[in-house]
T-cell receptor
Framework: GDSVTQMEGPVTLSEEAFLTINCTYTATGYPSLFWYVQYPGEGLQLLLKATKADDKGSNKGFEATYRKETTSFHLEKGSVQVSDSAVYFCALFTGGGNKLTFGTGTQLKVEL | KAGVTQTPRYLIKTRGQQVTLSCSPISGHRSVSWYQQTPGQGLQFLFEYFSETQRNKGNFPGRFSGRQFSNSRSEMNVSTLELGDSALYLC????????????FGPGTRLTVT
């Protein structure tokens, strides 16, 4: 079945550091890929998405490129802020309704 | 546009009781999906409704059920609550039939004692 693997957290960075959160997937067919973010006490917010190979999703300084050859969708940001502290979830969708398969989430802590 | 709303936000129930959670999707969205989030199992898909019909169902026991009304609002019900049902229940709405972006509500935090 479909699955998503994310790097273990927590990831602790200093403000303005470079961020990478790794995400790899296993899926039948050609999935759409997503990154969601969850702030404490809140639901999930869609951060960015990519629907086909080599697509780059971007939003709020975050980027991720759909790499079919390595089945990866790593999240990057050039300079993190304290306000980016949250849990980040990688997810995929492979058609047939609207079921999303999520990774386990990676907690990011950004310190001054 | 107003976002996805879920009620109640917090709920405390006793083992053996039943509970009903409500979700109002974004106006114009016809698909509503439900997810359970726990520290141990992460985010797991419960079921999805589109135009009042259940289209997908996750691997949960029959105690978990749902429905969708003609105005796209959805409810999920859990009967005979168990301690392990304590979780954050998230609802997501989507515009189209398949593959569209999903927008999540703030969730209902259920605690079973």
């Amino acid at each position: 079945g479909d699955s998503v693997t994310q790097m273990e957290g927590p990831v602790t960075l200093s403000e303005e550091a470079f961020l990478t959160i790794n995400c790899t997937y296993t899926a039948t067919g050609y999935p759409s890929l997503f990154w969601y973010v969850q702030y404490p006490g809140e639901g999930l917010q869609l951060l960015l998405k990519a629907t086909k190979a080599d697509d780059k999703g971007s939003n709020k300084g975050f980027e991720a490129t759909y790499r079919k050859e390595t089945t990866s969708f790593h999240l990057e940001k050039g300079s993190v802020q304290v306000s980016d502290s949250a849990v980040y979830f990688c997810a995929l969708f492979t058609g047939g309704g609207n079921k999303l398969t999520f990774g386990t989430g990676t907690q990011l802590k950004v310190e001054l | 546009k107003a976002g996805v709303t879920q009620t109640p936000r917090y709920l405390i129930k006793t083992r053996g009781q039943q509970v009903t959670l409500s979700c109002s999707p974004i106006s114009g969205h016809r698909s509503v999906s439900w997810y359970q989030q726990t520290p141990g199992q992460g985010l797991q898909f419960l079921f999805e409704y589109f135009s009042e019909t259940q289209r997908n169902k996750g691997n949960f026991p029959g105690r978990f059920s749902g429905r969708q009304f003609s105005n796209s609002r959805s409810e999920m019900n859990v009967s005979t609550l168990e301690l392990g049902d304590s979780a954050l229940y998230l609802c997501a709405s989507s515009q189209g039939t398949s593959g569209y972006e999903q927008y999540f509500g703030p969730g209902t935090r259920l605690t079973v004692t």
